[in-house]
């Protein structure tokens, strides 16, 4: 395997990771109890653990991402290519898209270490920055040229499917929480349901 397939293994890994983070994410946000929804078994591990230690490999993968692209010998990036990609070889757009995801979900993970010393609230909007990096990571996985040339992709690709695969994945959760609202409005609800 060359750098460019390497890195885009790894690119897809994260997507992949991300996808089941987010997933996870919105189901501890909405209470969600394995125990007594599906699949109505205690997990070995709680949902919230999972959920932090699926961030945790998702970060080092995305970090292994630009990594390994340094190794491509041809277009060449550098160091600031990466970090900052704003004159980059290729789309420097899309590479833009993929550092501003990187550095938006990093800002999510490390909030989320000091949750205790933020408190609730300010991290919980700090929290929602996991959206819009999902939407970044999102439109830097479909639209780049997967073989760094330039080229417009081809989004019946296998790698493209997948990356459009796991952007559906996370709409339809959104979709999803959305409708089963707040913890206050489901708390108002239920207690309206119970004085009736």
Request: some cysteine; overall charge positive; proline content about 7%.
């Amino acid at each position: 395997m060359n750098p460019i397939d390497l890195a885009a293994f790894a690119g897809l890994t994260a997507a992949v990771l991300l996808t089941l983070n987010l997933l996870l994410g919105v189901l501890v946000s909405t209470n969600y109890n394995p125990a007594k929804q599906w699949p109505r078994r205690k997990l070995p591990v709680p949902l919230f653990k999972i959920h932090n230690w699926t961030a945790y490999v998702a970060i080092a993968v995305v970090l292994l991402h630009p990594v390994l692209i340094l190794f491509i010998k041809k277009p060449s990036f550098g160091l600031g290519d990466v970090l900052l990609p704003l004159s980059s070889p290729g789309v420097p757009l899309h590479n833009c898209l993929g550092a501003l995801a990187f550095y938006s979900f990093l800002l999510v993970v490390i909030t989320s270490y000091f949750r205790p010393k933020l408190g609730y609230r300010p991290w919980k909007k700090l929290h929602y920055t996991a959206y819009f990096a999902a939407v970044c990571m999102f439109m830097h996985g479909i639209l780049i040229d997967q073989n760094l040339k330039g080229e417009i992709p081809d989004l019946l690709d296998g790698e493209k499917v997948l990356v459009e695969g796991c952007c559906l994945l996370v709409i339809a959760a959104g979709v999803w929480r959305w409708r089963r609202g707040t913890e206050k409005r489901r708390y108002r609800l239920a207690k309206k349901q119970k004085a009736a």
